[in-house]
Each structure stands twice: as C-alpha cells, then as structure tokens.
C-alpha cells in the first residue's frame, strides 16, 4: 500500500503536539460538561450516562461510515467519549457502591482486556491501523473505557491529601515521564500511546473538578457550564487553526 493510499484511509489524526493539546482540553471538557447534566441539572448519574452513551454511539456510527479523516467529527467524538466516561465513571464509583479503589481497577482490567482482545483479533494495536470497521470499534471502544478509567483514577487521587492541583501535578509529571520515554527509551511508543491518552483523562478530570467543585473542597466553584463553554470554544479554535492530517504509520507513535 501506497503513503497516499495509506492516508486515505486513515481515519484518526496523527499524534502530534496540538493532538495532545486538544485531547487536555476535551478531556477538562468532558468533566465539567459531565457534571453540567447529572449535577447541575440535576438529572443523575444514570440518566446522564444513557443521554452521552446514545449520542456517543451515534457519532461513532457516523464515524465508521466516514470514507475519510474528519476532524470536527473525530473530535466531537472524543468529546462524546469522554463526556460519557465522566457520568459512568461516577455512577460507577458512587452509585454501584465500589468506590474509586474499585471503580478503578474493573475499569483498568476492561481497558486491558479491550486492548488485548484487539490486538490478538486484528494483530495491532496501533492507531495507523484503525482504517476498517472492526479496528474503529476495539479503538472507540477502548478510548471509551479509557476516558471512564481516567475519571476514576483522577477523582480517586484528588480525593486525597494531594487535592486537585496535587493530583494535576502528578498527573502531569507522569505524562512528561513518558514524553522522556519516548524520545529517550526504546520502548515501545505503541504502549507509551495508550499509557499517555489514559493519564491525559484524569489530568483532564482534576483539573475540571479543580475549575467547578466549591472552594471548600478545594476547587474555584466556577461555573460548570460557563466553564464547558470556554472550554468548548477553544477546542473548536484549535481544531480549526491547528493542523490536522491522518495517521500514515506506526512510526509517529
């Protein structure tokens, strides 16, 4: 297969700086969007969850049936993903009774299992395959589980002695670990991907919670849904402004 041929059918963006950016801040989108139904409006954890899951779905129908690479819908589908993880993530936590220290580690086993179920059906993992049918529902299914685990996990830390900024902090530390790893280690960038879009949620989650929860807990008690909106506008901004282009090869993860 040609570079052209391969870039037709690329159907993610490549992995590059403004990706990550744009992900952070989807993610921080996804927290206080989240919080915005099931809190703000006050219609439930349950209810919050089947309205991203029906809309998440539908986007990822609409992006399976994409010929093409398209940003806008890409990224509204992340954005479902992660709107979605947020209210599940919570229902799983508090309304099923498991905690965080639970909710996280069933999560963290369906991601693996995802990833691996994947990789022994399709032979990789990588997002330079994700061109056909059955490679775009293990990766939307896994980003899904991904975005659920992040929410967990950063609420799980930020309820300790750390806050949320602490837990920003080592969220974030972790995640510039693995940029080191990946220009400085021969390990495999593959892993690194997937270890680096699972840290970017939760560093998302605790930084929206920081943005939205009261002063008392810690947080600045902005706003959630003034918060989503500025959140909403600068991602559209950069998806606008920022190049964007498929995946053409393993190599760039």
């Known amino acids: 297969m040609t570079k052209s041929q391969t870039l037709s059918l690329s159907k993610v963006p490549a992995v590059t700086l403004g990706f990550w950016v744009i992900k952070i801040l989807a ?10 139904v099931s809190m703000s409006l006050n219609l439930g954890y349950l209810v919050g969850t089947a309205i991203f899951a029906v809309l998440l779905c539908i986007l990822v129908a609409l992006q399976i049936r994409a010929k093409n690479f398209h940003p806008a819908l890409y990224w509204a589908t992340i954005i479902a993903s992660t709107t979605a993880g947020t209210t599940m993530a ?46 775009e529902i293990y990766y939307w299914l896994t980003i899904t589980f ?22 920003a902090v080592v969220f974030g530390a972790a995640l510039a670990l693995i940029a080191i790893s990946y220009y400085r280690t021969n390990i495999c960038h593959i892993g690194l991907f997937w270890a680096a879009f699972i840290l970017t949620r939760p560093l998302g989650a605790v930084i929206g919670d920081f943005l939205d ?33 498929p995946a053409i090869s393993s190599a760039e993860i």
């Open 213 to 245: 929860k009261p002063i008392g807990q810690g947080g600045l008690e902005l706003s959630r849904a003034a918060a989503s909106i500025v959140l909403g506008v600068a991602i559209i901004t950069l998806i606008r402004f920022l190049p964007q282009r």
């Open 27 to 36: 993610t921080t989108f996804g927290e206080t969007a989240g919080d915005t």
């Open 146 to 167: 991904s975005q659920t685990l992040g929410t967990a996990l950063g609420d799980w830390v930020a309820d300790g002695p750390l806050g949320y900024l602490g837990a």
């Open 90 to 135: 919570d229902f799983a936590t508090r309304s099923m009774g498991i905690g965080y220290p639970g909710g996280s580690l069933l999560l963290l086993a369906l991601v693996l299992a995802s990833l691996f179920i994947w990789y022994r059906t399709l032979g990789s993992i990588s997002v330079a395959s994700v061109h056909e049918p059955r490679a």
